[in-house]
């Protein structure tokens, strides 16, 4: 049975997801203090959060059976993503749910701002009529500078672009296309600082972000300009934001969220020229309808199917992609596995190229994967498409990845090379049909024979007689022989790969390798 935690509060349609899927047992109790859900995680494969419960390393360290962590919202910077990844689990959000509530808050802010709502509310409320000391500003005509255009910037722009509003952005992982294709000019971060009369933030949290609106990115700003944040707070450098607008060189700023949420004790509270709100992003009876119901889908589709939907530290891959992947995925994995199985000596470097058809593929699943099936039989950890290209990198392997539509004798073909210091080793495979995946090349010996079940691989000298001792000795030890292939490249050596009926135990290699010119002897099971 699958354990799925909910640690906090999500919506009814959610948890009602889960339990009606088969095999998946749900724990649903919000509130927990750090050591009882420590205590209840130790036996769940799934843990469901929001934003209150920090996914931290110890926490990850207790929970061996952990594989998927997922987020009802858009925002991991309460989850050690890192540390995840580490671990092989997969983290998985929610972007598109919470969209159209956050773009909306944010479109009330750039009004409140622009028309002083809640200072002329507050006024109001205080017997106070004072009409011109709240003059606003129209914000048709205006420019606003979106930074981070995924789905909630989209939004903003689509609902600005409404108001009349001319709209640019600055998103270095977006194309110029897409964002003339939504009525939006792109621009350098320099270029959008300067010339925007309101700057919306919409980016991740991250190394490469915090601190993005600092003391010198405040300075480009135009004066009177107005600083809107809606997605995270260690975005602004806020003891910058507060000198900036003492000295009037911003007109006012609306922050809904904050360095340290609450933020007790910090002169924001205080400052007339900024709009606060406690992080309502997501706060609509919509949005966490919404998000709940759909990361209860992504996390029992996980875990039914593997397909990482909004995987955060996986390559998102379309579900027609990753139909069209699955069976070169099981051809890499197994590739992986008879590369390692070839190799005595630690690698430096893997090579990883697709032809053909295969060139047509998103080649990081693919590396990933032969990664996985290089490392799982050598490290004690789990090894997963989410963890094995950073375990290969501390195992200081490096991997290069290229592709050739050149199809040489096969429609399709993936070769890996794992280079070590003085020599390298290559597998190569291929795909025929819906037949499972074939070993066609181990370096430069044709071996044409299927990846699946137990195969001994032997290099030895090209003489007569190898073969039949090779298989005298298997039947002496009731071997099966289901399949062999045996390769021959220029020169005295040759190659056999021979599929056998059940693993052979180390004694056995060794008297194989005792016999009269057999030079090396290897197995993998697959």
């Not at 931290?56 to 309460?78: F, H, M, Q, Y």
């Not at 392997?397 to 290229?402: A, D, G, Q, T």
Request: proline share 5%; net charge neutral.
């Amino acid at each position: 049975m699958t354990r799925v935690l909910i640690a906090e509060t999500i919506a009814p349609d959610g948890i009602a997801y889960l339990r009606s899927r088969p095999g998946i047992e749900v724990d649903a109790r919000s509130g927990s203090d750090l050591a009882d859900l420590s205590a209840r995680l130790q036996s769940c494969d799934a843990l469901i959060v929001r934003s209150a419960t920090r996914v931290n390393e110890s926490l990850l360290a207790g929970a061996p059976r952990l594989k998927v962590i997922g987020r009802a919202g858009i925002g991991v910077d309460n989850i050690d993503v890192g540390a995840a990844t580490e671990r092989g689990i997969v983290v998985l959000n929610t972007p598109d749910a919470n969209a159209t509530t956050t773009a909306e808050l944010t479109v009330a802010h750039l009004l409140s701002l622009s028309r002083h709502l809640p200072q002329a509310d507050r006024s109001v409320r205080a017997t106070e009529w004072k009409r011109t000391q709240f003059m606003g500003t129209e914000v048709a005509g205006k420019i606003i500078g979106i930074i981070g255009f995924g789905a909630i910037g989209r939004v903003v722009a689509s609902r600005c672009l409404g108001l009349k509003m001319r709209v640019i952005a600055y998103d270095p992982l977006v194309t110029r296309e897409v964002m003339l294709h939504e009525g939006v000019a792109a621009v350098a971060l320099q270029e959008l600082l300067e010339q925007s009369d309101y700057v919306s933030l919409h980016c991740p949290l991250n190394d490469k972000t915090r601190g993005l609106i600092n003391a010198e990115r405040l300075a480009r700003m135009r004066i009177g300009a107005r600083l809107i944040n809606c997605a995270r707070g260690g975005l602004v450098d806020e003891a910058a934001l507060l000198e900036a607008l003492d000295k009037g060189k911003l007109a006012g700023a609306a922050l809904d969220v904050f360095e340290r949420e609450p933020p007790l004790g910090s002169p924001l509270i205080e400052h007339p020229k900024i709009v606060l709100t406690p992080h309502l992003g997501a706060s609509t009876a919509e949005a966490q309808i919404a998000a709940g119901l759909a990361i209860a889908k992504q996390v029992a589709q996980f875990l039914e199917t593997g397909e990482a939907i909004n995987a955060v530290n996986l390559p998102r891959i379309p579900a027609e992609d990753l139909k069209r992947l699955h069976p070169y995925l099981a051809l890499a994995r197994r590739l992986g596995r008879v590369l390692a199985a070839l190799t005595s000596q630690p690698l430096t470097r893997v090579e990883v190229t697709l032809r053909g058809r295969a060139a047509e593929l998103d080649s990081r699943p693919l590396s990933s994967e032969l990664l996985v099936g290089l490392l799982e039989s050598e490290l004690s950890i789990p090894v997963n498409r989410v963890n094995a290209c950073h375990l290969a990198h501390r195992q200081g392997i490096s991997l290069v990845e290229s592709r050739s539509e050149e199809t040489e004798e096969y429609v399709s073909l993936i070769t890996a090379a794992g280079n070590y210091d003085g020599g390298s080793t290559s597998v190569a495979g291929t795909l025929i049909g819906d037949r499972p995946p074939r070993l066609v090349r181990i370096d430069d010996y044709e071996v044409e024979t299927v990846l699946e079940g137990t195969l001994l691989i032997t290099r030895h000298e090209d003489r007569p007689g190898v073969i039949g001792a090779l298989g005298t000795l298997l039947g002496q030890d009731n071997v099966n022989i289901s399949r062999m292939q045996v390769g021959i490249a220029q020169g005295p050596e040759a190659i056999a790969v021979i599929g056998i009926s059940r693993p052979l135990p180390q004694a056995t290699r060794d008297r194989i390798a005792q016999l009269l010119a057999i030079q090396r002897v290897y197995q993998v099971s697959l």
